[in-house]
């Protein structure tokens, strides 16, 4: 089970941290991603921190605004944003999967678990 936290309203340029915590599931063996999803849009990949954390990738529409980070030993995963615009308006789901390699990562179908979302406003 996934559990996110920490969406909120920010004004654009703004800073906000989500965060998801797992349970019933082995963390560190687990790639942890971050996707998030408009009003009528399709989901969409953010970002993904491999099972040790060394290895992150990110969407080129938030590279260098977003960083994703994970904390094994207390089953968190972390997207802290910076530099929100407006486009970032989404909701914000965290996904677990043990098969991801490069060419899939940034496919929602191969994340097993996700978790409820959690709203990110950015206003103008």
């Known amino acids: 089970q996934l559990q996110a936290s920490g969406g909120g309203l920010v004004q654009d340029g703004g800073s906000l941290r989500v965060s998801c915590v797992a349970s019933?599931?082995?963390?560190?063996?687990?790639?942890m991603a971050w996707f998030r999803q408009a009003p009528g849009k399709e989901r969409e990949f953010v970002a993904v921190s491999r099972r040790s954390g060394d290895n992150t990738f990110y969407a080129d529409s938030v590279k260098g605004r977003f960083t994703i980070s994970r904390d094994n030993a207390k089953r968190t995963v972390s997207l802290q944003m910076n530099g929100l615009k407006p486009e970032d308006t989404a909701v914000y789901y965290c996904?677990?999967?043990?098969?991801?390699?490069?060419?899939?990562?940034?496919?929602?179908?191969?994340?097993?678990?996700w978790g409820q979302g959690t709203l990110v406003t950015v206003s103008s």
């Open positions: 019933g599931l082995t963390f560190s063996s687990y790639a």
């Open positions: 996904a677990a999967s043990r098969t991801i390699i490069s060419s899939t990562m940034r496919n929602p179908d191969a994340y097993h678990y």
